[in-house]
């Protein structure tokens, strides 16, 4: 007979973390499935503004995390693919690609993916020169020439962690000017070994073995960029695609209330797969305690 755990826990990066530690210390019967440990905080250059911490790096504060989350023992299974959410009656059924599980609530911490250009060149060249993460793959360019797709807030961190390693860093932003936080653009603006194009869009990747250029079109000029690593930070795409049955917004955000709860009873949602306003760290960390006490409350009431 499958078990039926309290609580079901999908992702462990900083939302789906602080919600195990916090079931944890509510004594629940709970499991957590996720891809990986981390999130997209792993994937994050230099941190300045977690409270606590004047400077770490994404890296090590996602490590701080795991470190605490393993303080309590709690059961993980790793590299389990979520592929379906549903509550066909009392409880809520969770499939993944390895195995089925039963759970009286669930907490979808499920985060966000990068997106993708779509163009020609892009797939062919994925791990050959083209990356979507600097902190992984960063310093595997170093001395070279990079272009950083994108003009947010990521777009800025790829490029801060770029300057230190590659040899010219060429930013291509389809807007009039870089966004993100002022304190990071002023500091990649001032950079002496970085090339801005704003109003500028990619066409295509070019390359033999590996990268070796990128078409750009600027203001219906068409220029091609010698480079020898792209890293694409053109924004993220929630991981909310294995649950049709719950209310979303426009841009595939699972809907939640102040209490994390979603449209479905007994399935809650906390960080960047919501559409809570802002995508930080800290917030979604304490999303994610929020979203396990209200699955303790629901659980107490029923």
Known sequence: MMEIYDLIIIGAGPAGITAAVYAARK???????????????????????????????????????EEHMRQYDIPVKEREEVIDVRK?????????????????????????RSKELNVPGEKEFKNRGLTYCATCD?????????????????????????????????IVNNTERLGGEAVMRQKVETAGNVVIYNNSRVTAV?????????????????????????????????????????????RGEIKINARNETSIPGIFAAGDVTDISEKQIIIAAGEGSKASLSAFHYLAQQ
């Open 27 to 65: 004594r629940m019967n709970f499991l957590v499935l996720t891809g990986d440990i981390g999130g997209q905080a792993a994937w994050s250059g230099d941190i300045e503004n977690y409270t606590g911490y004047q400077f770490v790096t994404g890296p090590e504060l996602a490590q701080k995390f």
């Open 138 to 170: 960063g310093p595997l360019f170093a001395n070279k020439d990079v272009a950083v797709i994108g003009g947010g807030n990521s777009a800025l961190d790829a490029g801060l962690q770029l300057i230190k390693i590659a040899n010219k860093v060429y």
């Open 206 to 250: 070019l390359g033999g073995k590996f990268v070796n250029a990128l078409k750009v079109l600027k203001e219906s000029k068409e220029e091609t960029i010698p480079v020898q690593g792209i890293f694409v930070e053109i924004g993220l795409i929630p991981n909310a695609g294995f649950i049709d049955s719950l209310e979303k917004n426009e």
């Open 88 to 112: 066909p009656g009392e409880n809520i059924l969770v499939k993944t690609n390895k195995a089925e599980y039963q759970a009286k609530v669930v907490i979808i911490a499920s985060g966000k």
